[in-house]
């Protein structure tokens, strides 16, 4: 554990965070210097936020200090300041440790919203480099790249945005289906097995399509952009209940403007020739193949039951059936793998050539089977922890294959305790974009999510041009989902109203 004070508990949270990210295996503690911290522990560091001053101490032992001094105008601004604070807790650990971050003081989730204000102000692409540089303390390569992403979606958002209802008023539907074949070790999403659920999906199904009528209604007269059907797996659905599904959300929503229709089909297990033609008939241009990874062992660790062979059998089925917008998932950090076995997924996929490829860094989540196992393991070698891989070298390597078939970064975003304190990053070849992971992730028009554990946004676009959203979830618990899904349809429509 690392124990640190601060002398202003407001800044509690910006300090975790860079500790954090400096120290990712560790337990950080933040407490403010006047509260009593853990029982029979003394601080290692001590962090001073004044008027007058700003400095990072080392108290255990009492060997380093990293101060500056605090001009009027900066304590004045309260935001300003604490992006100075920032800064400075990052040169500190920096010196400190040794090693720098690639997105330098950066601890939220989407970069790319920063890059693209600076776009917005009228600054060019060189300029934006500059300002994630020097503001924030990126990288260089991680600067390019964000202003890069910001660049792209903002030129698919224009054309978006030029069509008669523009981007405030169009909007984008999600619907989750929470099943699977089996769970994941790394995942904390809704996810029931579907063999010991099979009596509860058509009783699922018919929660859902009390919310498609709500949406028919409540937004008829409006532009669908898009529609993505995620999970869970929904290929795990047969071909006559996935028929069932989207059939009705054809007859029920006006989807004349639809620009993309995504259906996850991620897990090869749940993927057939009958379900494939069932979406390609229905209208679906944009499906996932996610093998995560093409190693056998680690496929086998994870909990995936398909095979690496067999995924790659349901990507040529897709091709097969007609599907020209491919994507493939792949996880960067997976317990057990190498750089090797990472070279290795990055060969196949070079070989397939999907359309669109997302390249995630592993972040362990709470509810996740692999965070409990970290919790209980003992060994901080332990093979669940992947201590070998370089995963900035890992990151590069992933954009060089992405580059060699063709694919350029269009969408970014970060998670907490993600590997490498890294990113993911969505490649795609031109015209290929996922247009519903860019609206999503930037935030510019409403998402009516429907379904368990799902969550809808509402953006009111302000006089000033800025964005209020405010958000309504649903149960992520299957049965309370089903019994109260006309409460959870009242709660929508009080805030769209």
């Known amino acids: 554990m690392i124990y640190i004070t601060v002398n202003d508990e407001s800044f509690i949270y910006d300090v975790h965070s860079l500790f954090k990210a400096f120290y990712p295996a560790e337990d950080i503690r933040v407490i403010p210097e006047d509260k009593e911290?853990?029982?029979?522990?003394?601080?290692?560091?001590?962090?001073?936020?004044?008027?007058?001053?700003?400095?990072?101490?080392?108290?255990?032992?009492?060997?380093?200090?990293?101060?500056?001094?605090?001009?009027?105008?900066?304590?004045?601004?309260?935001?300003?300041?604490?992006?100075?604070?920032?800064?400075?807790?990052?040169?500190?650990?920096?010196d400190y440790s040794g090693h720098t971050l690639p997105?330098?003081?950066?601890?939220?989730?989407?970069?790319?919203?920063?890059?693209?204000?600076?776009?917005?102000?009228?600054?060019?692409?060189?300029?934006?480099?500059?300002?994630?540089?020097?503001?924030?303390?990126?990288?260089?390569?991680?600067?390019?790249?964000?202003?890069?992403?910001?660049?792209?979606?903002?030129?698919?958002?224009?054309?978006?945005?030029?069509?008669?209802?523009?981007?405030?008023?169009?909007?984008?539907?999600?619907?989750?289906?929470?099943?699977?074949?089996?769970?994941?070790?790394?995942?904390?999403?809704?996810?029931?097995?579907?063999a010991s659920y099979e009596k509860a999906v058509d009783l699922y199904m018919e929660a859902l399509k009390k919310e498609i009528d709500y949406v028919a209604s409540a937004f008829a007269g409006r532009r669908l952009d898009s529609?993505?059907?995620?999970?869970?797996?929904?290929?795990?659905?047969?071909?006559?209940?996935?028929?069932?599904?989207?059939?009705?959300?054809?007859?029920?929503?006006?989807?004349?403007?639809?620009?993309?229709?995504t259906v996850e089909a991620g897990r090869a297990d749940s993927i057939d020739r009958e379900k494939l033609s069932v979406l390609k008939e229905l209208g679906v241009d944009r499906i996932s193949?996610?093998?995560?990874?093409?190693?056998?062992?680690?496929?086998k660790l994870i909990g995936r039951k398909a095979t690496a062979a067999q995924t790659i059998d349901a990507y040529y089925l897709a091709r097969e059936a007609g599907f020209d917008n491919i994507n493939m998932d792949i996880i960067l950090g997976l317990p057990g793998e190498s750089m090797e076995d990472i070279r290795y997924t990055l060969k196949k996929v070079s070989e397939l050539k999907p359309d669109d490829l997302t390249v995630h860094s592993l972040a362990v989540k709470r509810g996740s089977r692999l965070s409990e196992m970290l919790m209980e393991s003992k060994d901080t070698d332990s093979m669940l922890r992947n201590t070998d891989i370089d995963y900035e070298m890992a990151m590069e390597l992933t954009e060089e294959t992405a580059m060699s078939i063709g694919l350029r970064p269009y969408y970014l975003y970060r998670q907490k305790n993600i590997s490498g304190n890294l990113e993911n990053t969505g490649y795609a070849a031109t015209g290929r974009e996922g247009i519903y992971n860019i609206l999503m992730m930037e935030e510019v028009q409403d998402i009516v999510a429907c379904g368990a554990g799902t969550v809808s946004k509402h953006v009111a676009i302000q006089s000033d041009g800025s964005a209020l959203i405010t958000r309504c979830d649903t149960h992520k618990d299957l049965k309370l989902y089903i019994n109260d899904i006309d409460m959870m349809i009242e709660r929508k429509k009080k805030m769209y109203a």
């Not at 978006?160 to 099943?179: D, M, N, W």
């Not at 029920?252 to 993309?260: G, P, Q, T």
Request: glycine fraction near 6%.
């Open 37 to 94: 911290g853990p029982k029979d522990t003394e601080p290692r560091f001590k962090v001073y936020a004044g008027k007058d001053k700003i400095s990072v101490r080392e108290c255990i032992p009492d060997s380093y200090s990293h101060e500056i001094t605090v001009d009027k105008w900066l304590s004045d601004d309260r935001s300003v300041y604490k992006s100075e604070l920032k800064r400075q807790i990052y040169n500190a650990l920096s």
């Open 103 to 194: 997105w330098g003081t950066l601890t939220g989730i989407r970069p790319t919203k920063l890059a693209m204000s600076c776009l917005d102000r009228g600054l060019d692409e060189e300029e934006a480099v500059s300002y994630m540089k020097d503001y924030y303390l990126c990288s260089d390569s991680k600067s390019h790249l964000a202003t890069d992403i910001a660049a792209r979606e903002r030129t698919i958002m224009q054309s978006i945005a030029a069509e008669p209802s523009g981007l405030a008023k169009g909007y984008s539907l999600y619907i989750g289906i929470p099943f699977c074949p089996s769970r994941c070790l790394y995942c904390s999403f809704m996810s029931y097995p579907i």
């Open 227 to 261: 529609i993505y059907i995620g999970g869970g797996t929904p290929t795990t659905l047969s071909a006559v209940q996935l028929s069932g599904l989207i059939s009705y959300v054809r007859d029920n929503i006006d989807i004349s403007a639809l620009r993309e229709f």
């Open 289 to 299: 193949v996610n093998p995560q990874t093409f190693n056998e062992e680690t496929l």
